[in-house]
């Protein structure tokens, strides 16, 4: 809808509206040949338990560089850097701005943030808003102050923003499937550190 809408791809639409004003320069759907060397390495949970580095290919490695360069999903496919997530985070944790550059306004960051759904998503104090788990009551998941939402990506990243505390985590793992709870511990951490 968005190419469709905008006679441009994706990929163009994102730099020119969203990462290049945000400042977000290391965010792309394919890595340009000249950043592959910081591109890190996927690893793998094996049945085993142990952790490897995951195989070449789409399915571990990825083909985040020499890839067709034409699948630019808007749900999943970005490749990214803990600070360049982070200023995308503390936009929204703003109400839509950030260093002068207004991409949203705060009632639609609000809407996006808050519950959409009801009890459908989960019956215990968690909600889904527009693209975010949302914390509904406190205690409904682990530490996480009321008002927090956030998600996860498929290598295992996490992020969330509390505005409660004025806070952004992103925490940046590389392994799929991910067979560990490092997800789960780091936030409960995170917390006990606040006191």
């Known amino acids: ?49 142990r952790i490897r580095r995951a195989p070449e290919g789409s399915r571990g490695q990825g083909h985040y560089v020499e890839g067709p360069r034409r699948n630019y999903s808007g749900g ?24 002068g550059v207004r991409l949203l306004s705060p009632k639609t960051t609000g809407l996006m943030t808050t519950n959409q759904v009801g009890k459908i998503y989960n019956a215990n104090g968690l909600g889904f808003g527009l693209g975010f788990e949302t914390v509904d009551r406190s205690g409904a998941s682990g530490s ?40 789960d511990t780091i936030p409960e951490l995170i917390y006990r550190a606040l006191g």
């Open 144 to 183: 996480l102050s009321k008002g927090t939402f956030g998600w996860g990506g498929a290598y295992g990243s996490r992020y969330f923003v509390d505005p409660r505390e004025r806070m952004v985590v992103v925490l940046m793992i590389q392994l799929m499937p991910n067979g560990t709870d490092v997800s």
């Open 1 to 49: 809808v968005v190419e469709r809408v905008s006679g441009i791809s994706l990929d163009e639409f994102f730099r020119s509206r969203i990462t290049g004003p945000l400042g977000m320069n290391d965010t792309y759907f394919f890595l340009p040949p000249g950043k592959r060397g910081r591109l890190t390495a996927v690893y793998a949970t094996g049945e085993d338990g």
């Open 76 to 99: 999943a496919g970005l490749v990214s850097t803990a600070a360049d997530y982070a200023r995308f985070l503390q936009m929204l944790l703003n109400g839509g701005g950030l260093n």
